[in-house]
C-alpha cells in the first residue's frame, strides 16, 4: 500500500462547492487523469480517498489536504500534474509527498487552522479597534452550539481561540488574522466567531470573507503542516 497526502487550493467559484460535492470532484478528476486508486472491497467499492476537516461552504482555501491510497507506484509530480490537468477552475494541487509505512489520518492529527477575515463597518468608528482587543481579552466568550442530538448548549469558544495574529482596522475595513480550534476534538467555525464578535461589539460587519490560509497541526506550542508531520 502506498499514500500520497495532497496538498491543494480551493478559491474562486469553487469555494461554494459543498465537502460532498467536493469528494465527487475530486474522485472524478483522479479517474479521468489516470490514478491508479485503491478501491475497497465488498458490494459497493470506493475510493481510498480521506480528506482534512471540511470547509464550510463559501470559505476560500489556499491549503486543503487529502490522502490517497494507491493501488501501485506513481511519482508525486506526475500525479500533480495529471490532477491540475483535469480539475475545475478553482481547484488546483500544489503539493503531493508520499507517507511513510506508519502515519496517522489527517482527521487525527489536525487540530488548528488559520484564517484571515476581512469585512466592512457601516460608520467609521475609532473605537472599534479597542473593543475587538477587549473582545479577545475576555476570560469568556459563549455562543450557543447544537451536539449530534440537536440539543442546543452554551459553550465558551475562548479555548478554542488559539491565536490572534493581526486585528488591523483601516477607515472602516477590518483585517483579522486568527488561528483557531479545528478537529474532532474541539472545533470553532469562523462564522460563529464573527456573529459573536458582532453581538459582543455590538457593530454589524458587511461584505465578510472568510479565507483558510492553512490547516495546522499543534503539539505544545509551536505548528506544524500535515506535510511535515504524520503521527
Request: glycine share 6%.
Amino acid at each position: 500500500m502506498s499514500v500520497i497526502r495532497v496538498e491543494f487550493f480551493k478559491q474562486g467559484n469553487a469555494k461554494y462547492i459543498s465537502h460532498l460535492d467536493l469528494i465527487r470532484t475530486i474522485q472524478r478528476a483522479a479517474r479521468r487523469a489516470d490514478i491508479p486508486v485503491e478501491y475497497s472491497r465488498g458490494f459497493n467499492p470506493h475510493s481510498k480517498i480521506s480528506y482534512g476537516p471540511a470547509l464550510s461552504v463559501g470559505v476560500s482555501s489556499s491549503r486543503e489536504y487529502f490522502d490517497i491510497e494507491l493501488d501501485g507506484q506513481m511519482d508525486g509530480h506526475q500525479l500533480v500534474e495529471r490532477l491540475n490537468a483535469v480539475l475545475p477552475a478553482g481547484l488546483g494541487v500544489t503539493a503531493a509527498r508520499y507517507m511513510p509505512d506508519r502515519f496517522s489520518s489527517l482527521a487525527s492529527i489536525i487540530n488548528a487552522a488559520y484564517y484571515t477575515i476581512n469585512g466592512r463597518v457601516g460608520f467609521h468608528d475609532e473605537h472599534l479597534e479597542q473593543r475587538l482587543i477587549c473582545f479577545f481579552s475576555a476570560g469568556s466568550i459563549l455562543i450557543q452550539k447544537t451536539d449530534k442530538k440537536g440539543r442546543q448548549k452554551q459553550v465558551n469558544i475562548v479555548p478554542m481561540i488559539l491565536g490572534v495574529e493581526k486585528k488591523l482596522v483601516q477607515n472602516r475595513e477590518v483585517v483579522l488574522e486568527v488561528i483557531l480550534q479545528t478537529g474532532s476534538k474541539g472545533n470553532l467555525n469562523p462564522a460563529h466567531l464573527m456573529d459573536a464578535i458582532q453581538k459582543e461589539i455590538r457593530t454589524p460587519f458587511r461584505d465578510i470573507r472568510i479565507h483558510r490560509e492553512k490547516l495546522l497541526v499543534k503539539r505544545g506550542e509551536k505548528y506544524f503542516s500535515p506535510m511535515e508531520i504524520f503521527d
